[in-house]
């Protein structure tokens, strides 16, 4: 079974631009998280989906955004992007409702460079 | 709010030589703790998770980890490391605060393990 997949693999903008990040989950999962790892940092949460409806939040800026479509799959949109934009971008399905117990499966990410 | 620290940003251990790497949380309620590997240019993968029940927990790759809750502490170890277990590991907790129950993961800093030959 193929795994959680994200497009693009890599990505460059330019400060002021938007940007949409793609993910599919793994067949069958209904849940999918979206985590923003910066250089030499762990990764750090962003958003929870299920059921196309926004689950939880992290403490991210207004300029996050994100959606969850009928197939389960997801994009992450991020405007007037920030040289601290730039981050390895993961994406998480689980096959449950999301909740604490439940593995979360994670993508190869994509990489955001913001010049 | 729970945090995470991993004790040591990098570990280096030569082939067939043991490995600990340490992982502590705060947190004032009951967590559930997870430990994934991530090689370079990958994603993460799942390494081993405490739910619940016994506090010795073993994972994929002959890893395993000990829960510690007086010490609030969820140790890696690996008796005999090889080339292959070159990573970075990270240490996160999932926690039920304020009555969500989504599975939101904090992250531990890092640990990168290099083996040498």
């Known amino acids: 079974d193929a795994g959680v997949t994200q497009s693009p693999t890599h990505l460059i903008k330019t400060r002021g631009q938007h940007v949409t990040l793609r993910c599919s989950p793994i067949s069958g999962h209904k849940s999918v998280s979206w985590y923003q790892q910066v250089l030499g940092q762990g990764p750090q949460f962003i958003f929870q989906y299920y059921e196309k409806e926004e689950r939880g939040r992290g403490n991210f800026p207004d300029r996050f955004s994100a959606r969850q479509f009928p197939n389960y799959s997801s994009e992450l949109n991020v405007n007037a992007l920030l040289l601290g934009d730039s981050a390895l971008y993961l994406c998480?399905?689980?096959?449950?409702?999301?909740?604490?117990?439940?593995?979360?499966?994670f993508g190869p990410g994509t990489r955001l460079l913001v010049l | 709010a729970q945090s995470v620290t991993q004790l040591d940003s990098q570990v280096p251990v030569f082939e067939e030589a043991p490995v600990e790497l340490r992982c502590n949380y705060s947190s004032s309620v009951s967590v559930y703790l997870f430990w994934y590997v991530q090689y370079p240019n990958q994603g993460l993968q799942l390494l081993l998770k405490y739910l619940s029940g016994s506090t010795l927990v073993k994972g994929i790759n002959g890893f395993e980890a000990e829960f510690n809750k007086s010490q609030t502490s969820f140790h890696l170890r690996k008796p005999s490391v090889h080339i292959s277990d070159t990573a970075e590991y990270f240490c996160?907790?999932?926690?039920?605060?304020?009555?969500?129950?989504?599975?939101?993961?904090?992250f531990g800093q890092g640990t990168i393990l290099t083996v040498h030959p």
């Open positions: 996160a907790v999932s926690v039920n605060a304020g009555g969500t129950s989504y599975g939101k993961l904090t």
């Open positions: 998480a399905s689980s096959s449950g409702q999301g909740t604490l117990q439940e593995t979360q499966y």
